[in-house]
């Protein structure tokens, strides 16, 4: 598991090197996810991060109530996500976090399957923050490959969650595929 463990950090790192990077001016700009600007990009990541002590804790979904709903971005966005990423990543540190047993909202799932799913979204969004905000879009390569051979194990591609996949060569590379498989041109 601490190859996991190892592959979220890389994965935080990634998306965090972004959001330090955002401008003032920038937090309207579309980003490759066409519902959402880079403001409202962060606040997902954000809350994602804010949900993890809760769930790892045991928390179920309902109790939660809307506590981590809306904008919990507040004044200072790039702070609120420091706190909420270190708080997350802490929770993930505990001895057996990645043992135990989540509730999620499709159902209760193996904490591992929720590290992944979260080690997943970083990285796609940290290309798609970067993207938005003009920055480096070249993410670790061990990191992509690594969430590649997952996301095509468990089927991702076409999942209702992204837009279709788009084709690419056979010999794309692995970021290339990545991103093709969640539906995004890179």
Known sequence: ?????????????????RVRAVEMTQWAEPTPCTDWDVHDLVNHLVGEQLWVPFLLAGGRIEEAGDRYEGDVL??????????ASRESRNAWLQPGATERTVHLSFGDAHASLYLWQMTFD?????????????????????????????????????????????????????????????????
């Open 74 to 83: 507040g004044e200072n966005p790039i702070a609120t996500w420091e706190v």
């Open 122 to 186: 970083l990285t796609v969004h940290a290309w798609d923050l970067a993207r938005a905000i003009g920055a480096d879009e070249t993410l670790d390569p061990a990191l992509t490959n690594a969430v590649l051979g997952w996301a095509e194990e468990q089927g991702l591609g076409g999942a209702p969650i992204f837009a279709p996949p788009v084709p690419v060569p056979d010999d794309a590379d692995p970021q290339t595929r990545l991103l093709a498989l969640s539906g995004r041109r890179n």
């Open 1 to 17: 598991m601490s190859d996991l463990l190892d592959l979220h950090v890389q994965a935080m790192r990634e998306f965090d090197h």
